[in-house]
C-alpha cells in the first residue's frame, strides 16, 4: 500500500514538475536554426500561417486586415492566412511570449519594438530582416513578388529605424500615430485667451488655473458644471518620456543603461504635483478617458493618440459617452504642449510587423510576402483612414488617394471627419519633429516605470500626502524595484545566463500558483496516508 502511495505521489510530482518547466523554462530557446534564405519560393507547396494583430474594437480595422487576406490569397493561391485578433497590445505580448517557450508562436504579428526587443534575447525566434529587405527577388520591391511592394527607399526612413534593435532590422513599420492635444477651444476663448500656434506648457497651466474659478453655487464658470479637470493625459509613459526629451534630460542609452532618475525627472514630478493639488491635471488610469470628459465639457486638454480621434470631438463619430451628456463646442488638434516652441519634439508611435522563425523556410518566406503585403498602399491607405494614422510609406503618402483623403476633412463625420483627418495631418506636417525611444531588453519596463512616476505622485497628491525630497527618494526607489531596473543596467541580463523577459504572463502566474498549492496538497496526502498505514 506505502509503495502505491508513493508511486501515486511521485507521478503527480512528475506531472507538476513538467507542467513547471514548460512554463518557466528559457523563453530564449527556439530550438531553430537561423533562417536562410531560399533561391526560391515554391509556389506550388501549400502553406498556412497565423497573423496576429489588434483592431481598436474598430470593426473597419478588421474589414480591412479580412480584405488583404482575401486579396494576398488570391495573388498567392498556396498561401492561407488565418487572423486573430486582439484588442490590447499587451495581452499580444503576453501570448507571444507564453508561446516562444512552446514553440507555437504567430508567423507574422502585429506588435511594438519594445516587445520585440524581449522576443529577440532568445535565439532564432525571430527573424532578421536585412538580408530579406534587400533581396533582389523576394525583398521589397523584387522581381518576384507578384504585388506592388514597396521599395526600401520608399519606406520613411524615420519610421523604419524604430525596427532596428542592436544594430538589426527585427521588424517593420505597420502604421505611425503620435500624440496629439485635444482642445475645447470654446472653453479657451471664454476663459478670456487666445490659442497660440504651438501649445507650451505655461500657457497649458495658465489656462487650467483660471478654469478652477468656481461660482457661489459651486459649479465651475467656465462649464457650470460641478466636474472640471482641465488637463487629462492619457499615456503617462509618453508624458515623462516627452517632457524629458523635450528639456534635453537624460531618460536611457541606447545599450540600454538606466538614467531616467534624475533631477530633471524630480522637477517636472514637482510641477505636475503643484497643479494636480490645485485640480487642474489627472491621468486616464485615475479618472478615465479623457474623450469622455471632453466630449461631456468637463476637460480643455486632452491628450491622446492620434489614433484615437474618432473619439474626440462633439460629432465624433465614436462615443463613449451619452448624448444627453455631450457638449457643443469647437474641437482644435495641436501638438502636445512644448517647453521651446522652435524645437518641436513629440513621440513617434505605432505598431510594427515581426516575423517569426519556423523549421521551414518556406513558411517564413509565405509570412515575409505577407508582411510585405501589408505595406501596399491598398492596406495602408485604408488602414490609415480609419483612425489618425499615417501611412509608413512615401509611395502611399504622396499617392493621389491619400492626397485627396487629406483634402476632404469635414465633408461628413465618419470617413471624412475633421478632427481624425486634422490628427493625420499633424503628423504628416511633423515627421521630422518625431523621435522615438531606444529599443533594448527591458526598455518596455522603463517606459512603464516613467509613467508610474506620474501616477504615484499624482495619486499621492489626491490623497493628501506631502511630495518633498524624501518622497522622491522613496518614490524612485520603490520604481526601481517594482520594475528591477537596478538589475538591467547597461542591458546587462538580470541573472547570469538570463535575460529580462519582462513580467510573467497572468495565467502562467495563476499556474504556479495552482502548482505550488499541488505540491501542498499532495505533501499533506502523503503524510496522512503513511500516518493512516502505520495505525
Not at 500500500?1 to 508511486?7: C, D, L
Not at 492635444?181 to 507650451?200: I, M, Q, R, S, W
Not at 545566463?497 to 499541488?518: K, N
Request: glycine share 6%; proline share 3%.
Amino acid at each position: 500500500m506505502k509503495i502505491r502511495i508513493f508511486a501515486r505521489a511521485s507521478a503527480l510530482i512528475l506531472a507538476a514538475a513538467a507542467v513547471i518547466l514548460s512554463v518557466s523554462g528559457c523563453h530564449g530557446t527556439s530550438g531553430l536554426s537561423e533562417f536562410s534564405l531560399p533561391d526560391e519560393f515554391d509556389t506550388t507547396k501549400e502553406y498556412t500561417i497565423t497573423f496576429w494583430a489588434k483592431n481598436d474594437t474598430n470593426k473597419a480595422q478588421t474589414e480591412i486586415y479580412e480584405q488583404a487576406i482575401e486579396d494576398f490569397e488570391a495573388i498567392y493561391p498556396n498561401i492561407t492566412v488565418n487572423l486573430r485578433l486582439y484588442t490590447d497590445y499587451s495581452k499580444i505580448y503576453n501570448d507571444v511570449i507564453t508561446n516562444i517557450s512552446t514553440g507555437t508562436t504567430p508567423n507574422v504579428c502585429i506588435t511594438y519594438p519594445d516587445h520585440i526587443a524581449t522576443y529577440v534575447t532568445g535565439e532564432n525566434i525571430v527573424v532578421p530582416l536585412d538580408e530579406l529587405m534587400t533581396d533582389e527577388k523576394y525583398g521589397l520591391g523584387g522581381s518576384e513578388v507578384l504585388f506592388d511592394s514597396p521599395t526600401v527607399d520608399e519606406i520613411v526612413s524615420e519610421f523604419l529605424a524604430e525596427g532596428v534593435i542592436n544594430g538589426t532590422q527585427y521588424a517593420l513599420p505597420f502604421m505611425r500615430s503620435t500624440e496629439a492635444c485635444y482642445v475645447n477651444k470654446t472653453y479657451v476663448e471664454a476663459l478670456g485667451f487666445e490659442l497660440p500656434d504651438v501649445l507650451t506648457w505655461d500657457f497649458i497651466w495658465e489656462v487650467c488655473a483660471a478654469a478652477m474659478e468656481k461660482n457661489d453655487d459651486g459649479t465651475y464658470v467656465v462649464n457650470g458644471q460641478t466636474i472640471m479637470i482641465p488637463f487629462i493625459y492619457k499615456s503617462t509613459d509618453n508624458m515623462m518620456i516627452t517632457m524629458l526629451k523635450q528639456l534635453g534630460a537624460d531618460y536611457s542609452t541606447d545599450e540600454g543603461e538606466i538614467l531616467i532618475f534624475n533631477e530633471t525627472t524630480e522637477s517636472i514630478l514637482y510641477e505636475i504635483a503643484e497643479h494636480t493639488a490645485n485640480g487642474e491635471f489627472s491621468t486616464f488610469k485615475i479618472s478615465g478617458y479623457p474623450a469622455n470628459f471632453l466630449n461631456a465639457g468637463q476637460c480643455i486638454f486632452a491628450v491622446d493618440s492620434t489614433a484615437g480621434a474618432t473619439w474626440m470631438g462633439t460629432d465624433a463619430p465614436l462615443l463613449d459617452i451619452s448624448e444627453d451628456k455631450l457638449v457643443e463646442f469647437e474641437t482644435v488638434v495641436m501638438t502636445v504642449p512644448q517647453y521651446d516652441t522652435e524645437n518641436t519634439s513629440m513621440i513617434s508611435q505605432g505598431p510594427s510587423i515581426c516575423i517569426f522563425n519556423k523549421e521551414d523556410s518556406g513558411e517564413v518566406m509565405a509570412s515575409w510576402l505577407f508582411a510585405q503585403y501589408l505595406l501596399t498602399n491598398d492596406v495602408q491607405i485604408a488602414y490609415s483612414e480609419t483612425e489618425g494614422y499615417i501611412p509608413v510609406t512615401t509611395k502611399a503618402q504622396t499617392s493621389d488617394e491619400y492626397l485627396d483623403y487629406l483634402s476632404r476633412a469635414g465633408e461628413d463625420n465618419d470617413t471624412y471627419y475633421y478632427v481624425k483627418i486634422a490628427a493625420s495631418q499633424l503628423l504628416y506636417d511633423n515627421i521630422e519633429n518625431t523621435f522615438v525611444t531606444s529599443v533594448f531588453n527591458g526598455s518596455t519596463s522603463l517606459r512603464s516605470a516613467a509613467g508610474q512616476l506620474i501616477e504615484n505622485v499624482t495619486k499621492s497628491v489626491r490623497r493628501g500626502e506631502t511630495v518633498d525630497a524624501e518622497y522622491m527618494k522613496t518614490l524612485f526607489s520603490d520604481v526601481t524595484s517594482l520594475y528591477r531596473l537596478d538589475q538591467n543596467l547597461a542591458g546587462e541580463s538580470i541573472t547570469d545566463g538570463e535575460e529580462d523577459l519582462g513580467e510573467l504572463p497572468t495565467e502562467a502566474v495563476i499556474l504556479l500558483s495552482v502548482i505550488a498549492a499541488a505540491w501542498v496538497f499532495i505533501a499533506i496526502y502523503f503524510i496522512v496516508s503513511t500516518v493512516k498505514m502505520r495505525k
